[in-house]
C-alpha cells in the first residue's frame, strides 16, 4: 500500500477520532461546538501523530520531541484552516450539523496535511 493511501487511511481514522470527541463533547458534556471541535482537533493530532509515525511515513531522524513538535506545528496550522472552515460553515449556516460542517472541513484541510507532514516533518 502506497504512503498516500495509508495517510487517508490514517486520516480516516483521526476523523473519525475528532467526530467521536466532538459528538461527545458536543452532545453528552453539551460543549459549544465551536469549543468542543478545538479541544477534538488535538484529540485528533495525537491519535493521526502516532499512527503517522507508525504506519505512513515511520519515524523521523531528528528524535521523537522534535518531530512530535514539528507535527503540532504543522498540525496547528492546517487544524487552523480546517477550523476557520468549519466555524465559517456554522456562522454561515447555523443549521448545519456540526459533524456535516467537520466533514467539509476535514476533506478541505487534507492535501495542505500530507504535503506538510510529508515536507515539514517526516522529510528523508
Known sequence: MNRIVRF??????????????????T?????E????????IAFAL???????????FGSSSRGMAIEGARYGGVGV??????????????LAAPATPPLVALVVASAAATL????????LVFDR
Open 112 to 119: 495542505l496535511s500530507y504535503l506538510g507532514y510529508s515536507r
Open 33 to 40: 461546538p465551536l469549543i468542543a471541535r478545538c479541544l477534538s
Open 46 to 56: 495525537v491519535v493521526t501523530w502516532l499512527l503517522n509515525r507508525t504506519l505512513t
Open 8 to 25: 487517508l487511511c490514517v486520516g480516516a481514522v483521526g476523523f473519525f477520532a475528532d467526530a467521536a470527541m466532538l459528538a461527545l463533547l
Open 27 to 31: 452532545s453528552i458534556l453539551g460543549i
Open 77 to 90: 496550522a492546517t487544524s487552523l484552516f480546517n477550523y476557520a472552515i468549519y466555524a465559517a460553515l456554522l
